[in-house]
């Protein structure tokens, strides 16, 4: 059982991620619609409290990874549309239609064997045609110099599946600073604009068409399809702030990692600290040891890196090698008076202070979706 606060935590804030799904609707125009990409736990923060908070939010419709994220959702009351991203094996091919989840067509072979499936069972699949339009991951492939649309037509029109639309995905809609990028984006979106005529022409209704991820929301905005597929934004983050943006948006990030102190003491200088011996004070230092490890998360890689925390809202540098439930912070320099039981901040708010994920994401040389991503199975989600 995960006792809340007991050595360490991570605290999600309902309400900043409820602000950030209407920071996200005010960049939209027309119809368009929110789908809430909650795959991986919804990048760590807990699947089922983030979409709960999507439902509270009006968000109808719902992306995961994989079939076993999809029932997860669907055993705990998320009955809204459910599409899975990614692929489904063949002997879970049951669940998609037992559970009403919609299945993402990852190639035409693909769709074949889901449909036979279907036709043997005596059951209708729901699904979308993924369209590789550049990314070359997943999907019919329909670029300029491999184009397959007769592939997604045949997809299309498969008997027993019910195909209820077509999705794509960008490969470079973060980076604005390199005309090439820029332009094999808009070259994505005009080869995913041909799909639909080509859909179109063909005298099928291609259904629900998405396209944008969150870098597409805030640097196509002059797109306007049905739904967005917005992930870490949800969160109040961008994968980097160094990113620049087409438009501003106003996030708030809403968790924070936290943990205890569990003893401070003095170290003589000729002293080393942790594993490795990498930290030998020069001069009498005080040393804090915090109870969080890489096991809960924060990457041993950051060690002897430069990496910081907060402690009653002041900054102190982490010292020595990082261990798996364990690290030292060093507190000789703060103002304040550090012990036992205090609260460690990795990132987010301390004491009106804050320390940006991004800092931890550059020294990690990541991008903030992957810090997100680590933070252990171990360390409880307090929801606020
Ligand atoms: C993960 C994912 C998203 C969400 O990506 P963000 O960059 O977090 O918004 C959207 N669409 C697909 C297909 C994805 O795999």
């Known amino acids: 059982m995960l006792i809340s606060k007991s050595r360490?935590?991570?605290?999600?804030?309902?309400?900043?991620?409820?602000?950030?799904?209407?920071?996200i609707r005010a960049l939209l125009h027309g119809n368009t619609k929110i789908m809430a990409v909650v795959k991986a736990n919804a990048y760590g923060a807990g699947d089922l409290e983030v979409s709960k908070c999507m439902q509270e939010c009006g968000v109808d419709f719902f992306a995961v990874s994989s079939?076993?994220?999809?029932?997860s959702l669907r055993k705990n009351g998320i009955q809204e549309s459910l599409l899975i991203l990614g692929y489904t094996p063949p002997e879970h091919f049951h669940y998609l239609s037992e559970y009403q989840i919609i299945q993402t067509l990852v190639s035409l072979?693909?769709?074949?064997?889901?449909?036979?499936?279907?036709?043997?069972?005596?059951?209708?699949?729901?699904a979308h045609v993924k369209v590789d339009t550049g990314m070359s991951r997943i999907g019919i492939r329909c670029v300029k110099q491999d184009d397959h649309i007769a592939d997604v037509l045949e997809a299309y029109r498969l008997p027993h599946l019910q195909v209820e639309g077509m999705f794509s995905?960008?490969?470079?809609?973060?980076?604005?600073?390199?005309?090439?990028?820029?332009?094999?984006?808009?070259e994505q979106i005009a080869q995913f604009e041909y799909v639909r005529k080509k859909i179109t022409e063909a005298g099928i209704k291609p259904g629900i068409v998405h396209l944008q991820n969150s870098y597409g929301i805030i640097n196509y905005p002059e797109l306007s399809y049905d739904y967005v597929r917005p992930g870490i934004l949800l969160l109040g983050f961008t994968s980097d702030c160094k990113d620049r943006l087409a438009q501003p948006i106003d996030l708030k990030p809403a968790v924070s990692l936290k943990a205890n102190v569990t003893l401070v003491k003095t170290v003589q200088p000729g002293s080393c600290v942790s594993y490795g011996r990498n930290y030998r004070p020069k001069e009498q230092r005080r040393i804090a040891t915090v109870c969080l490890g890489y096991a809960d998360g924060y990457p041993r890689f950051v060690s002897n890196r430069g990496s910081h925390v907060l402690i009653h809202g002041e900054k102190a540098p982490i010292v020595g090698n990082i261990c798996m439930?364990?690290?030292?912070?060093?507190?000789?320099?703060?103002?304040?008076?550090?012990?036992?039981?205090?609260?460690?901040?990795?990132?987010?708010?301390?004491?009106?202070?804050?320390?940006a994920m991004d800092e931890l994401s550059?020294?990690?040389?990541?991008?903030?979706?992957?810090?997100?991503?680590?933070?252990?199975a171990r360390v409880p989600r307090i929801y606020k």
């Open 362 to 376: 550059h020294l990690a040389q990541t991008i903030n979706n992957e810090t997100l991503c680590w933070i252990g």
């Open 67 to 71: 079939v076993d994220e999809a029932l």
């Open 169 to 186: 995905h960008f490969a470079v809609s973060d980076n604005i600073d390199q005309q090439e990028h820029i332009d094999f984006t808009n």
């Open 109 to 126: 072979d693909y769709a074949k064997k889901l449909d036979a499936y279907c036709e043997q069972a005596g059951v209708k699949i729901r």
């Open 325 to 355: 439930d364990q690290m030292m912070v060093d507190i000789t320099d703060l103002t304040c008076d550090v012990q036992e039981g205090d609260v460690v901040t990795f990132f987010g708010e301390d004491h009106g202070a804050y320390l």
């Open 8 to 23: 360490a935590w991570y605290e999600v804030d309902r309400s900043a991620i409820k602000h950030n799904v209407e920071a």
